[in-house]
Protein backbone atom coordinates (compact mmCIF):
# COMPACT_ATOMS: atom_id res chain seq x y z
CA UNK A 1 0.00 0.00 0.00
CA UNK A 2 1.67 3.76 -1.06
CA UNK A 3 0.31 6.85 -0.11
CA UNK A 4 2.25 9.50 -2.41
CA UNK A 5 5.08 7.70 -2.88
CA UNK A 6 5.57 6.24 0.46
CA UNK A 7 5.32 3.15 2.54
CA UNK A 8 2.11 3.76 4.41
CA UNK A 9 3.62 1.19 6.89
CA UNK A 10 6.83 2.97 6.91
CA UNK A 11 4.54 5.93 7.96
CA UNK A 12 2.99 3.97 10.06
CA UNK A 13 5.67 2.79 12.15
CA UNK A 14 8.59 5.95 11.95
CA UNK A 15 12.16 5.15 13.25
CA UNK A 16 11.91 6.89 16.52
CA UNK A 17 8.57 5.05 18.07
CA UNK A 18 8.73 7.94 20.92
CA UNK A 19 5.18 8.82 21.22
CA UNK A 20 3.48 5.73 19.39
CA UNK A 21 5.28 2.89 21.52
CA UNK A 22 5.60 2.47 25.39
CA UNK A 23 6.53 -0.79 27.38
CA UNK A 24 7.11 -1.55 30.86
CA UNK A 25 9.27 -4.27 32.52
CA UNK A 26 11.35 -5.26 35.82
CA UNK A 27 14.22 -6.78 33.65
CA UNK A 28 16.47 -5.03 32.06
CA UNK A 29 17.44 -7.88 29.32
CA UNK A 30 13.56 -8.41 28.12
CA UNK A 31 13.70 -4.80 27.93
CA UNK A 32 16.95 -5.05 25.59
CA UNK A 33 14.85 -7.93 23.72
CA UNK A 34 12.38 -5.59 22.91
CA UNK A 35 14.37 -2.73 21.72
CA UNK A 36 16.16 -5.47 19.48
CA UNK A 37 12.67 -6.49 18.51
CA UNK A 38 11.65 -2.98 17.63
CA UNK A 39 14.91 -2.36 15.89
CA UNK A 40 14.50 -5.20 13.78
CA UNK A 41 10.68 -4.82 12.86
CA UNK A 42 11.40 -1.07 11.82
CA UNK A 43 14.24 -2.41 9.14
CA UNK A 44 11.83 -5.07 8.10
CA UNK A 45 9.02 -2.93 7.17
CA UNK A 46 10.83 -0.28 5.76
CA UNK A 47 10.83 -0.49 2.04
CA UNK A 48 14.38 1.20 1.19
CA UNK A 49 16.42 0.70 4.46
CA UNK A 50 19.51 2.42 2.83
CA UNK A 51 21.10 3.88 3.77
CA UNK A 52 23.03 2.39 6.65
CA UNK A 53 22.95 5.91 8.72
CA UNK A 54 19.04 5.93 8.36
CA UNK A 55 19.40 2.91 10.15
CA UNK A 56 19.48 4.08 13.45
CA UNK A 57 17.31 4.48 16.58
CA UNK A 58 17.06 7.39 19.24
CA UNK A 59 17.54 6.58 22.69
CA UNK A 60 14.85 4.63 23.90
CA UNK A 61 15.51 3.81 27.73
CA UNK A 62 13.27 6.09 29.68
CA UNK A 63 12.05 7.44 26.69
CA UNK A 64 9.98 4.45 25.49
CA UNK A 65 10.87 1.22 27.63
CA UNK A 66 10.71 1.69 31.11
CA UNK A 67 12.41 -0.53 33.68
CA UNK A 68 10.34 0.00 36.76
CA UNK A 69 12.20 -2.09 39.08
CA UNK A 70 13.57 0.44 41.74
CA UNK A 71 17.51 0.59 41.77
CA UNK A 72 17.77 -0.47 45.63
CA UNK A 73 15.51 -3.69 44.90
CA UNK A 74 17.91 -6.91 44.30
CA UNK A 75 17.45 -8.26 40.76
CA UNK A 76 16.02 -11.68 42.07
CA UNK A 77 13.54 -10.23 44.11
CA UNK A 78 9.66 -10.29 43.59
CA UNK A 79 8.69 -6.53 43.27
CA UNK A 80 5.45 -4.69 42.57
CA UNK A 81 7.63 -3.11 39.63
CA UNK A 82 5.12 -0.63 37.21
CA UNK A 83 2.33 -1.50 39.93
CA UNK A 84 3.51 0.36 42.51
CA UNK A 85 3.72 3.99 43.55
CA UNK A 86 6.53 4.97 42.42
CA UNK A 87 5.18 4.94 38.64
CA UNK A 88 3.61 8.68 38.87
CA UNK A 89 0.12 9.66 37.05
CA UNK A 90 1.98 10.32 33.79
CA UNK A 91 1.41 7.39 32.13
CA UNK A 92 -2.37 7.20 33.07
CA UNK A 93 -5.31 8.29 30.39
CA UNK A 94 -2.25 7.93 27.86
CA UNK A 95 -2.73 5.00 25.40
CA UNK A 96 -5.41 4.18 23.13
CA UNK A 97 -4.42 0.33 23.35
CA UNK A 98 -3.04 -1.62 26.01
CA UNK A 99 -1.53 -5.09 25.32
CA UNK A 100 -0.23 -7.23 28.47
CA UNK A 101 1.14 -10.71 28.99
CA UNK A 102 1.54 -10.22 32.95
CA UNK A 103 2.69 -12.69 34.99
CA UNK A 104 0.66 -15.73 36.30
CA UNK A 105 1.88 -17.01 38.87
CA UNK A 106 0.56 -16.72 42.29
CA UNK A 107 3.22 -15.60 44.83
CA UNK A 108 4.65 -17.70 48.06
CA UNK A 109 3.26 -17.56 51.13
CA UNK A 110 6.04 -16.07 52.12
CA UNK A 111 5.42 -13.15 49.74
CA UNK A 112 2.46 -11.75 52.40
CA UNK A 113 3.35 -7.76 51.96
CA UNK A 114 3.63 -7.84 47.92
CA UNK A 115 0.54 -10.42 48.25
CA UNK A 116 -1.10 -7.39 50.33
CA UNK A 117 -0.06 -4.58 47.94
CA UNK A 118 -1.56 -6.53 45.08
CA UNK A 119 -4.80 -6.18 46.83
CA UNK A 120 -4.62 -3.07 47.97
CA UNK A 121 -3.74 -1.83 44.19
CA UNK A 122 -6.72 -3.14 42.85
CA UNK A 123 -8.94 -2.06 46.03
CA UNK A 124 -7.73 1.58 45.23
CA UNK A 125 -8.51 1.38 41.42
CA UNK A 126 -12.03 -0.13 42.06
CA UNK A 127 -12.61 2.81 44.31
CA UNK A 128 -11.46 5.20 42.15
CA UNK A 129 -14.14 4.06 39.73
CA UNK A 130 -17.28 4.69 42.39
CA UNK A 131 -16.91 0.91 43.67
CA UNK A 132 -16.39 1.92 46.97
CA UNK A 133 -18.00 -0.76 49.25
CA UNK A 134 -16.75 -3.59 46.35
CA UNK A 135 -13.19 -2.29 46.58
CA UNK A 136 -13.48 -2.83 50.41
CA UNK A 137 -14.21 -6.65 50.37
CA UNK A 138 -12.37 -7.20 46.95
CA UNK A 139 -9.20 -10.04 47.58
CA UNK A 140 -6.75 -10.62 44.73
CA UNK A 141 -7.38 -14.36 44.17
CA UNK A 142 -4.19 -16.57 44.13
CA UNK A 143 -2.05 -13.63 45.22
CA UNK A 144 -1.21 -13.47 41.59
CA UNK A 145 -0.48 -10.55 39.65
CA UNK A 146 -2.58 -11.14 36.54
CA UNK A 147 -5.65 -8.87 37.70
CA UNK A 148 -3.93 -6.27 39.61
CA UNK A 149 -2.41 -5.53 36.12
CA UNK A 150 -5.58 -5.81 34.52
CA UNK A 151 -6.91 -3.33 36.91
CA UNK A 152 -3.82 -0.82 36.56
CA UNK A 153 -4.29 -1.28 32.75
CA UNK A 154 -7.60 0.88 33.12
CA UNK A 155 -5.84 3.52 34.22
CA UNK A 156 -3.42 3.52 31.43
CA UNK A 157 -5.73 2.95 28.43
CA UNK A 158 -7.44 6.02 27.55
CA UNK A 159 -11.43 6.17 28.24
CA UNK A 160 -13.21 4.20 25.50
CA UNK A 161 -9.42 2.91 24.53
CA UNK A 162 -8.65 -1.23 24.07
CA UNK A 163 -6.76 -3.33 26.43
CA UNK A 164 -5.64 -7.05 25.21
CA UNK A 165 -4.83 -9.12 27.42
CA UNK A 166 -3.69 -13.38 27.92
CA UNK A 167 -4.03 -14.06 31.01
CA UNK A 168 -5.11 -17.43 32.92
CA UNK A 169 -8.44 -19.49 32.32
CA UNK A 170 -8.77 -19.96 35.99
CA UNK A 171 -9.97 -16.61 36.22
CA UNK A 172 -13.13 -17.76 34.48
CA UNK A 173 -13.31 -21.25 35.83
CA UNK A 174 -12.63 -21.55 39.32
CA UNK A 175 -16.15 -21.35 41.31
CA UNK A 176 -14.59 -20.36 45.08
CA UNK A 177 -16.00 -17.31 47.05
CA UNK A 178 -12.87 -14.86 46.02
CA UNK A 179 -12.18 -15.70 42.82
CA UNK A 180 -15.90 -15.23 42.13
CA UNK A 181 -16.41 -12.05 43.16
CA UNK A 182 -12.98 -10.88 41.51
CA UNK A 183 -14.66 -12.28 38.11
CA UNK A 184 -17.82 -10.25 38.79
CA UNK A 185 -16.34 -7.28 40.39
CA UNK A 186 -14.46 -7.04 37.05
CA UNK A 187 -17.03 -8.13 34.53
CA UNK A 188 -19.26 -5.56 36.22
CA UNK A 189 -16.86 -2.53 36.04
CA UNK A 190 -14.86 -3.28 32.63
CA UNK A 191 -17.25 -3.71 29.15
CA UNK A 192 -15.63 -6.93 28.18
CA UNK A 193 -15.96 -7.40 24.22
CA UNK A 194 -14.57 -11.20 23.97
CA UNK A 195 -12.78 -13.83 25.34
CA UNK A 196 -10.91 -16.40 23.06
CA UNK A 197 -11.01 -19.68 25.93
CA UNK A 198 -7.52 -21.99 24.66
CA UNK A 199 -8.26 -23.95 27.06
CA UNK A 200 -7.65 -26.68 24.63
CA UNK A 201 -4.65 -25.41 23.79
CA UNK A 202 -2.41 -25.68 26.55
CA UNK A 203 0.57 -28.25 25.48
CA UNK A 204 0.27 -27.34 21.74
CA UNK A 205 2.11 -24.94 19.43
CA UNK A 206 -0.03 -22.64 19.30
CA UNK A 207 1.51 -21.24 22.48
CA UNK A 208 5.14 -23.20 22.77
CA UNK A 209 5.90 -24.30 26.75
CA UNK A 210 2.53 -23.05 27.65
CA UNK A 211 1.30 -25.65 30.26
CA UNK A 212 -1.50 -23.91 31.82
CA UNK A 213 -4.86 -23.28 30.14
CA UNK A 214 -5.22 -20.21 29.09
CA UNK A 215 -7.71 -17.10 27.89
CA UNK A 216 -6.76 -14.18 25.43
CA UNK A 217 -9.45 -10.89 27.20
CA UNK A 218 -10.49 -8.36 24.87
CA UNK A 219 -12.02 -4.97 26.73
CA UNK A 220 -13.14 -1.45 26.05
CA UNK A 221 -12.02 0.95 28.95
CA UNK A 222 -15.61 1.99 30.53
CA UNK A 223 -18.39 0.55 32.43
CA UNK A 224 -20.59 -2.12 30.28
CA UNK A 225 -24.15 -0.84 29.86
CA UNK A 226 -26.96 -2.77 30.91
CA UNK A 227 -27.48 -6.56 29.06
CA UNK A 228 -24.32 -6.14 27.42
CA UNK A 229 -22.72 -9.45 25.79
CA UNK A 230 -19.70 -10.83 25.98
CA UNK A 231 -18.40 -12.99 22.73
CA UNK A 232 -16.97 -16.27 23.96
CA UNK A 233 -15.54 -18.77 22.13
CA UNK A 234 -13.34 -22.02 22.75
CA UNK A 235 -11.14 -23.14 19.77
CA UNK A 236 -11.49 -27.18 19.71
CA UNK A 237 -8.13 -28.67 19.97
CA UNK A 238 -6.73 -29.83 16.16
CA UNK A 239 -3.65 -31.53 16.27
CA UNK A 240 -3.25 -31.29 12.11
CA UNK A 241 -3.40 -27.44 12.55
CA UNK A 242 -1.90 -27.29 16.32
CA UNK A 243 1.41 -28.81 15.56
CA UNK A 244 1.78 -25.92 12.89
CA UNK A 245 1.15 -23.68 15.77
CA UNK A 246 -1.99 -22.73 14.44
CA UNK A 247 -5.82 -22.83 15.57
CA UNK A 248 -9.02 -22.33 14.14
CA UNK A 249 -11.44 -19.68 15.14
CA UNK A 250 -14.99 -20.01 13.94
CA UNK A 251 -16.81 -16.84 14.43
CA UNK A 252 -19.83 -18.87 14.07
CA UNK A 253 -19.32 -20.76 17.16
CA UNK A 254 -19.15 -17.64 19.32
CA UNK A 255 -21.26 -17.94 22.37
CA UNK A 256 -22.97 -14.23 23.21
CA UNK A 257 -22.97 -14.69 26.98
CA UNK A 258 -24.85 -11.78 28.96
CA UNK A 259 -22.65 -10.51 31.57
CA UNK A 260 -24.86 -10.05 34.91
CA UNK A 261 -26.49 -13.81 33.86
CA UNK A 262 -22.78 -15.10 35.45
CA UNK A 263 -22.92 -13.56 38.50
CA UNK A 264 -25.60 -15.58 39.02
CA UNK A 265 -24.97 -18.48 37.15
CA UNK A 266 -21.29 -18.29 37.59
CA UNK A 267 -20.89 -22.23 35.99
CA UNK A 268 -21.64 -20.85 32.46
CA UNK A 269 -18.16 -20.42 31.85
CA UNK A 270 -16.86 -24.14 32.86
CA UNK A 271 -20.06 -25.49 30.91
CA UNK A 272 -19.13 -23.74 27.72
CA UNK A 273 -15.56 -24.45 27.59
CA UNK A 274 -15.96 -28.22 27.70
CA UNK A 275 -20.22 -28.08 26.06
CA UNK A 276 -22.40 -26.39 23.91
CA UNK A 277 -25.21 -24.02 24.82
CA UNK A 278 -27.20 -27.15 24.54
CA UNK A 279 -24.95 -28.61 27.59
CA UNK A 280 -26.23 -25.15 29.22
CA UNK A 281 -29.76 -25.64 29.14
CA UNK A 282 -29.21 -29.53 30.69
CA UNK A 283 -27.83 -27.46 34.20
CA UNK A 284 -29.83 -25.29 33.94
CA UNK A 285 -32.89 -27.13 34.29
CA UNK A 286 -31.13 -29.36 36.77
CA UNK A 287 -30.27 -26.33 39.00
CA UNK A 288 -34.27 -25.60 38.47
CA UNK A 289 -35.00 -29.02 39.81
CA UNK A 290 -33.92 -27.92 43.02
CA UNK A 291 -31.93 -31.45 42.55
CA UNK A 292 -29.04 -32.02 45.71
CA UNK A 293 -25.50 -32.53 43.90
CA UNK A 294 -24.09 -35.92 42.99
CA UNK A 295 -21.36 -36.29 45.40
CA UNK A 296 -23.85 -35.55 48.24
CA UNK A 297 -26.44 -38.07 47.27
CA UNK A 298 -23.62 -40.77 47.00
CA UNK A 299 -21.64 -40.06 50.41
CA UNK A 300 -24.60 -38.82 52.78
CA UNK A 301 -27.58 -40.86 51.03
CA UNK A 302 -25.72 -43.98 50.10
CA UNK A 303 -23.42 -43.55 52.16
CA UNK A 304 -20.72 -44.99 49.86
CA UNK A 305 -16.88 -43.35 49.53
CA UNK A 306 -15.99 -41.74 46.30
CA UNK A 307 -12.48 -42.42 44.11
CA UNK A 308 -11.11 -45.64 42.73
CA UNK A 309 -8.97 -48.06 44.82
CA UNK A 310 -5.92 -49.74 43.40
CA UNK A 311 -5.92 -53.33 45.44
CA UNK A 312 -2.71 -55.01 46.45
CA UNK A 313 -1.31 -57.96 48.11
CA UNK A 314 -1.22 -55.47 51.19
CA UNK A 315 -4.85 -53.91 51.01
CA UNK A 316 -6.38 -57.61 50.16
CA UNK A 317 -6.06 -58.97 53.67
CA UNK A 318 -7.27 -55.58 55.22
CA UNK A 319 -10.45 -54.88 56.65
CA UNK A 320 -12.37 -52.21 54.59
CA UNK A 321 -14.76 -49.92 55.96
CA UNK A 322 -18.38 -50.88 54.94
CA UNK A 323 -19.01 -48.13 53.08
CA UNK A 324 -16.28 -48.75 50.89
CA UNK A 325 -16.70 -50.44 47.63
CA UNK A 326 -13.26 -51.94 46.59
CA UNK A 327 -12.75 -50.74 42.74
CA UNK A 328 -16.23 -49.29 42.43
CA UNK A 329 -16.14 -46.06 41.05
CA UNK A 330 -19.29 -43.67 41.38
CA UNK A 331 -19.87 -44.08 37.60
CA UNK A 332 -19.75 -47.96 38.16
CA UNK A 333 -22.30 -47.76 40.78
CA UNK A 334 -24.66 -45.96 38.67
CA UNK A 335 -24.60 -48.03 35.57
CA UNK A 336 -25.45 -50.62 37.64
CA UNK A 337 -28.42 -49.05 39.78
CA UNK A 338 -29.09 -46.06 38.39
CA UNK A 339 -32.94 -47.31 38.18
CA UNK A 340 -33.15 -47.80 41.35
CA UNK A 341 -32.44 -44.04 42.40
CA UNK A 342 -35.52 -42.62 44.22
CA UNK A 343 -36.99 -40.06 40.94
CA UNK A 344 -37.18 -36.76 43.81
CA UNK A 345 -33.27 -36.93 43.07
CA UNK A 346 -31.89 -34.83 40.24
CA UNK A 347 -28.16 -36.16 40.46
CA UNK A 348 -26.61 -32.47 40.27
CA UNK A 349 -23.05 -32.66 39.53
CA UNK A 350 -21.16 -30.05 41.47
CA UNK A 351 -18.30 -29.87 38.91
CA UNK A 352 -19.09 -31.24 35.24
CA UNK A 353 -17.55 -34.91 35.28
CA UNK A 354 -14.51 -35.45 33.74
CA UNK A 355 -15.95 -38.92 32.17
CA UNK A 356 -18.48 -37.93 29.26
CA UNK A 357 -20.36 -41.24 29.81
CA UNK A 358 -21.61 -40.31 32.94
CA UNK A 359 -24.26 -37.79 31.74
CA UNK A 360 -25.80 -40.79 30.29
CA UNK A 361 -26.72 -41.82 33.90
CA UNK A 362 -28.16 -38.87 34.44
CA UNK A 363 -32.09 -39.29 34.70
CA UNK A 364 -34.33 -35.93 34.64
CA UNK A 365 -37.85 -35.99 35.99
CA UNK A 366 -40.57 -34.48 34.47
CA UNK A 367 -40.66 -30.88 33.60
CA UNK A 368 -43.89 -30.77 31.78
Aim: net charge positive; aromatic share 8%; with cysteine.
Amino acid sequence: MESHGQSARHKCYPRDPRGQLTGFDISTAALKLAALSLYLTAIEIDPTPVPPEKLKFKQLRDKVLFNFRRQDEPLDKMVIGSLGSHVNSQFDGQFDLVLSNPPWTSLPKEEKTLAAQLTAVSQQIIANKGGTDIAQNYRNPDSAPDLPFLWRSTEWCKPHGRIAMALPSRILLKQEPIPSQARNTVLQTIEVTGIINGSNLSDTKVWPGMSQPFMLLFARNRPPKVNHLIRFITPYCETALNRHGEVRIDFKSAQPIEADATAEQPWLWKALTVGTSLDVDVILRLHLAGGKPLGQYWEEDLGLTSGRVICSNETKSKKMPPSFIPSQTLEAYLAVNFWSIPATYCLLPTRLPAVPELWSFIRLPSFS
